[in-house]
């Protein structure tokens, strides 16, 4: 089977998991066949997957023909034989448990075409034991969706003992038609990738407190701000279920042995019913309390050295079990997680050889089997290697891009295009310390290496071109006055260089387009955005004010008067509005988005690059003194005037023709 063989997908269970996947594969155009085991439950399901859309169709991320369209395509059923019969994938989200998926799969394989591929949406349970209950363990996969399946853009691609090559190819090739970004894991393992990297976190997290190491507000504290998780660990346990994490942990524990032994406060807390925000309580009050409220200053040093050490060694584990390598596992990490860095690059930075150290310190002082190294970290320690090794800055792409290899942008040079993609999408494209740092290097090399005539600045997915600042970066500062003062002076050069760029600058945006990111699309030489688009500084809702030089660019592009609406009102603008304010040039719709985007800035980059390089410097020395840029403007005429550029044009001019500037 190939991919474009699928048109019909069954989804087994309508709980929050199935009926999200349900919806995701009508989104993405297939048939779809919602199942479960009551007409109510069913209808439940179908009930959610109507408002979800509704709600996509009032944010404007999909049209109400599209919801409409996606909704025909899902009919709810009860008989399995209704679902399977004509499915070319059929996606099982029953309960986790294995005596329930096995019963489901014994009835399936009565019923579904001998050439229609199982995939197990399970996110603990062996891939190899569950096709081992089919007929078709060659045909069988896993494919573990992340919770909700609409917004989480990862799908872990799971091979069991017995998976042919052909179905992982096929079922990745699926989960991209859907928007996802497949990560195959290539050996079955239990955790599989990211849960194998979190779980064995939050249980470090609970013998901390359990063994009096640390209390809950420091470890939360450590992960929250020290390591700028997306939550600290006792709060994400809460946000997802304590329970949750313990019975994986229980499955880890039986099939890996004592190193993943579950910390007897989680069990402490399940036993109690104490879940977390479900329950109403967990290592938080969510009732009577005030919920997960984390001190930014509480962390501590040995606290963060102990976890990312038992990160780094699952890391290691799974690298040196041939489950994925390093770059799969900080992309499923990130995406699936919300970590700014993936685990790997994280223990790279700090260092393999301490790392290792912290664990054998550890293991001498307890014992305690979840600290021995692993026998890959320990030969990188050795080696003096690290999880990514040292790279290289051969070109191997050919575009000029030699050594411009960044963790938070991706960078590419189509022609005399230069596109500088904000490469965050797990985090909506938020502007980091490093993202700054990377960006102020593109733009520079940009200018100076290769042949590059206009800038194309874009968002990565199709949520945000940028959200805005990465607030959990700014409250590690603790709220320090000098910390707070560089940070927007870090901005406030990065965002100037950029718009004193020597070339014109585009910025595409296609959805958020929020506070810092709104900052950034200002120094751009002129915006395009998406009818769907978002647009507006919210800054004073946090009690903050745009840092990066957005009390005054914006001033400039829309007027003072509006400027100020839109810092003080905080409110979130469309696109059209934003167009009328004058901040956005264009208005189109996101089917044309694209290719308009490349249009306009390959029209950009045809024109006359010293022309171009000379009017943005007259037009910015003249921004608050007119007779400094009338200075500039009348020597670069002057100057222009001299160029071969000026006699391409002329004679182009003269014979009907378009020009073909050479910047010279």
């Known amino acids: 089977m190939d991919a474009s063989d699928v048109s019909t997908v069954a989804v087994l269970g309508a709980g929050n998991m199935g009926h999200g996947i349900a919806e995701v594969a009508a989104l993405a155009g297939y048939d779809v066949f919602l199942r479960d085991i009551e007409e109510e439950l069913v209808r439940d399901g179908y009930d959610s997957i109507e408002w979800s859309l509704n709600k996509l169709a009032e944010k404007d991320r999909i049209s109400d023909e599209e919801a409409a369209a996606a909704l025909d395509r899902v009919e709810p059923v009860v008989p399995v034989a209704d679902a399977v019969d004509d499915a070319d994938l059929v996606i099982e989200a029953v309960p986790e448990k294995m005596e329930i998926k096995t019963d489901v799969y014994e009835e399936v394989e009565e019923y579904a075409p001998v050439d229609a591929l199982f995939a197990s949406n399970t996110s603990s349970i062996s891939i190899t034991d569950l096709s081992e209950a089919t007929e078709r363990p060659e045909q069988f996969c896993g494919m573990h969706f992340f919770n909700p399946p609409v917004r989480m853009d990862l799908v872990e691609v799971i091979s069991g003992g017995h998976t042919a090559a052909e ?48 209390t809950v507000a420091e470890v939360d504290a450590t992960t929250k701000f020290d390591l700028g998780l997306p939550m ?119 260092g393999i050889d301490d790392l290792l150290a912290t664990l054998e310190e550890a293991a001498a002082e307890t ?51 230069g596109h500088v993609e904000l490469d965050r999408p797990h985090r909506m494209n938020t502007i980091s310390g490093e993202l700054l740092d990377e960006l102020a290097d593109a733009v520079e090399r940009l200018q100076t290496e290769g042949d590059v005539r206009a800038l194309l600045l874009t968002g990565a997915g199709d949520r945000a071109f940028s959200a805005g600042a990465d607030v959990q970066s700014m409250a590690a500062g603790g709220g320090d006055p000098l910390e707070g003062t560089e940070l927007s002076r870090h901005g406030q050069e990065t965002f100037g260089e950029l ?63 509006r400027a100020k609406e839109i810092i003080f009102t905080a409110e979130r603008y469309d696109a059209e509005t934003m ?69 391409e044009g002329v004679m182009a001019f003269m014979g009907d023709d378009e020009p073909e500037f050479e910047g010279k």
Not at 171 to 179: F, K, L, N, P, S
Not at 272 to 279: H, I, M, S, Y
Not at 318 to 338: F, H, M, P, S
Not at 388 to 405: F, I, K, L
């Open 167 to 214: 179905t992982l190819d096929v079922v990745e090739a699926v989960a991209e038609e859907m928007g996802k970004t497949p990560v195959r894991v290539r050996r079955d393992s239990p955790g599989f990738v990211v849960n194998r990297v979190l779980v064995p976190l939050m249980n470090e997290a609970a013998w901390l407190v359990h063994d009096g190491e640390a």
């Open 367 to 417: 014992g305690a089997a979840r600290y021995e190294a692993t026998d890959h970290l320990r030969e990188l320690a050795e080696s003096g290697d690290t999880f990514h090794g040292d790279g290289g800055d051969e070109d191997a792409s050919g575009d000029g891009t030699a050594g411009m290899d960044y963790d938070t942008l991706s960078v590419t040079v189509d022609g005399y295009v």
């Open 232 to 350: 600290g660990s006792f709060e994400l346990a809460d946000q997802v279920g304590v329970d949750v994490g313990y019975h994986v942990l229980e499955y880890m524990h039986a099939e890996l042995g004592d190193a993943y032994e579950p910390c007897p406060l989680l069990a402490e807390k399940v036993e109690a019913g104490d879940l977390g925000k479900k329950t109403g309580a967990g290592f938080y009050d969510y009732e009577d309390g005030d919920g997960a409220e984390i001190p930014a200053d509480a962390g501590r040093e040995d606290v963060r050295d102990r976890l990312l050490a038992l990160m780094a060694n699952e890391v290691a584990g799974l690298i040196g079990n041939d489950v994925a390598d390093a770059a799969d596992i900080d992309r499923a990490v990130k995406l699936g997680a919300g970590f700014p860095d993936g685990p790997a690059k994280l223990a790279d930075e700090h």
């Open 579 to 647: 167009a009328e304010y004058g901040f956005v040039n264009e208005v189109v719709e996101p089917a044309a988005f694209e290719d308009r985007a490349w249009e306009l800035a390959r029209d950009l980059a045809s024109g006359p690059p010293v022309a171009q390089r000379y009017t943005k410097r007259a037009m910015l020395a003249g921004r608050d003194d007119t007779d400094a840029g009338l200075a500039v403007e009348a020597q670069a005429f002057g100057q222009l005037m001299n160029t071969e550029d000026l006699m």
């Open 499 to 561: 718009e004193a760029a020597d070339m014109p600058v585009l910025a595409a945006i296609d959805g958020y387009c929020l506070g810092g990111g709104m900052e950034l699309a200002t120094c751009a030489d002129m915006r395009i955005a998406t009818s769907r688009s978002e647009l507006g500084q919210p800054e004073h809702n946090l009690g903050l004010l745009p840092g990066w030089g957005g009390t005054q660019r914006l001033r400039h592009i829309v007027g003072e008067g």
